[in-house]
Nanobody, 116 residues
Framework: QVQLVESGGGWVQTGGSLRLSCAASGRSFSRNTMAWFRQTPGNQRELVATISSSGDTNYFIDSVKGRFGISRDNAKNTLYLQMNGLKPEDTAVYFC?????????WGQGTQVTVSS
C-alpha cells in the first residue's frame, strides 16, 4: 500500500512558477517509477511527466518540455514537479502517481490555477 499527499498548488499569474511536492508513505518509494498527471473539468487525466526509480530517466509531454522539471528525493520519499513559465492552459488539478508492480496509486490532487 502506498499513500501519496500532494502540496504546493495555488494561484499564480502567467509566467510564474510553482513547485509541487508529493510525500509518499511506505518503504517501496525508491523502487517505484513516479509520475505527475493533471486533469481539467470534463477531461480525462493527462500524463505530464514521469521519473524512473533512480531519478536518472524522465519523460515530459511536449506541452511542458523546457518549462517543467521532475525530480525525487528517495531519502525523503518525496517527488517534486517544478513548474516554470506557467500558462493558463496549465490550470488543472495535479496528481502524484506511484507505479508499483501490483498497482497504480494516486494522490488526492492539488489545484493549480494560472491567471492570464
Amino acid at each position: 500500500q502506498v499513500q501519496l499527499v500532494e502540496s504546493g498548488g495555488g494561484w499564480v499569474q502567467t509566467g510564474g512558477s510553482l513547485r509541487l511536492s508529493c510525500a509518499a508513505s511506505g518503504r517501496s518509494f525508491s523502487r517505484n517509477t513516479m509520475a505527475w498527471f493533471r486533469q481539467t473539468p470534463g477531461n480525462q487525466r493527462e500524463l505530464v511527466a514521469t521519473i524512473s526509480s533512480s531519478g536518472d530517466t524522465n519523460y515530459f509531454i511536449d506541452s511542458v518540455k523546457g518549462r517543467f522539471g521532475i525530480s525525487r528525493d528517495n531519502a525523503k520519499n518525496t517527488l517534486y514537479l517544478q513548474m516554470n513559465g506557467l500558462k493558463p492552459e496549465d490550470t488543472a488539478v495535479y496528481f502524484c502517481v506511484a507505479e508499483t508492480a501490483a498497482a497504480r496509486y494516486w494522490g488526492q490532487g492539488t489545484q493549480v490555477t494560472v491567471s492570464s
